[in-house]
Protein backbone atom coordinates (compact mmCIF):
# COMPACT_ATOMS: atom_id res chain seq x y z
CA UNK A 1 0.00 0.00 0.00
CA UNK A 2 1.33 3.74 -0.58
CA UNK A 3 2.16 6.06 1.35
CA UNK A 4 0.21 9.30 1.77
CA UNK A 5 1.95 12.55 3.08
CA UNK A 6 -1.05 14.86 4.12
CA UNK A 7 0.47 17.71 2.33
CA UNK A 8 -0.69 16.02 -0.49
CA UNK A 9 -4.32 15.28 0.61
CA UNK A 10 -6.66 17.75 -1.56
CA UNK A 11 -9.81 18.51 -0.92
CA UNK A 12 -12.79 18.65 -3.55
CA UNK A 13 -15.98 18.98 -4.75
CA UNK A 14 -17.81 17.04 -6.61
CA UNK A 15 -19.97 18.14 -9.76
CA UNK A 16 -23.71 17.26 -9.80
CA UNK A 17 -22.51 13.68 -11.42
CA UNK A 18 -20.15 13.09 -8.79
CA UNK A 19 -17.06 13.87 -10.66
CA UNK A 20 -13.81 16.03 -10.04
CA UNK A 21 -11.53 18.02 -11.66
CA UNK A 22 -7.94 16.73 -10.96
CA UNK A 23 -6.15 20.41 -12.65
CA UNK A 24 -4.03 20.22 -15.72
CA UNK A 25 -1.24 18.79 -14.00
CA UNK A 26 -2.70 15.61 -14.13
CA UNK A 27 -3.10 15.68 -17.87
CA UNK A 28 -2.22 12.40 -19.76
CA UNK A 29 -0.79 11.21 -16.52
CA UNK A 30 -1.84 7.57 -14.46
CA UNK A 31 -3.45 8.95 -11.20
CA UNK A 32 -4.89 6.47 -8.14
CA UNK A 33 -7.70 8.24 -6.21
CA UNK A 34 -8.43 7.33 -2.59
CA UNK A 35 -11.66 8.41 -1.22
CA UNK A 36 -11.07 8.98 2.17
CA UNK A 37 -13.74 11.24 3.80
CA UNK A 38 -17.33 11.90 1.97
CA UNK A 39 -19.60 15.14 3.82
CA UNK A 40 -22.95 15.98 2.36
CA UNK A 41 -25.03 19.15 2.72
CA UNK A 42 -28.04 17.05 2.53
CA UNK A 43 -29.93 15.93 6.15
CA UNK A 44 -29.54 12.19 6.73
CA UNK A 45 -32.88 10.61 7.19
CA UNK A 46 -32.55 10.54 11.31
CA UNK A 47 -32.22 14.53 10.75
CA UNK A 48 -35.54 14.33 8.18
CA UNK A 49 -37.59 11.84 10.24
CA UNK A 50 -37.00 14.54 13.25
CA UNK A 51 -37.85 17.70 11.33
CA UNK A 52 -40.64 15.82 9.69
CA UNK A 53 -42.55 14.78 13.25
CA UNK A 54 -41.38 18.33 15.02
CA UNK A 55 -43.44 19.65 12.12
CA UNK A 56 -46.46 17.44 12.41
CA UNK A 57 -46.52 18.66 16.07
CA UNK A 58 -46.45 21.98 15.11
CA UNK A 59 -48.95 21.50 12.41
CA UNK A 60 -51.42 19.37 15.04
CA UNK A 61 -50.74 22.45 18.10
CA UNK A 62 -51.37 25.35 15.12
CA UNK A 63 -54.82 23.75 14.23
CA UNK A 64 -56.44 23.02 18.13
CA UNK A 65 -55.38 26.77 18.38
CA UNK A 66 -57.07 27.48 15.15
CA UNK A 67 -59.90 25.84 15.97
CA UNK A 68 -60.49 27.87 19.33
CA UNK A 69 -59.89 31.21 17.40
CA UNK A 70 -62.58 30.39 14.89
CA UNK A 71 -65.03 29.10 17.58
CA UNK A 72 -64.87 32.56 19.11
CA UNK A 73 -65.13 34.20 15.96
CA UNK A 74 -68.67 32.78 14.83
CA UNK A 75 -69.25 32.69 18.44
CA UNK A 76 -68.27 36.88 18.17
CA UNK A 77 -70.82 37.12 15.43
CA UNK A 78 -73.83 35.85 16.59
CA UNK A 79 -73.90 38.68 19.07
Do not use: C, F
Amino acid sequence: MPKVNARDLQTNETDDRGRIYLGTEYANKRVTVAVVEVESDRPDEDELAAAYREASESADQLAEEWQGTSHEAWDGLDE
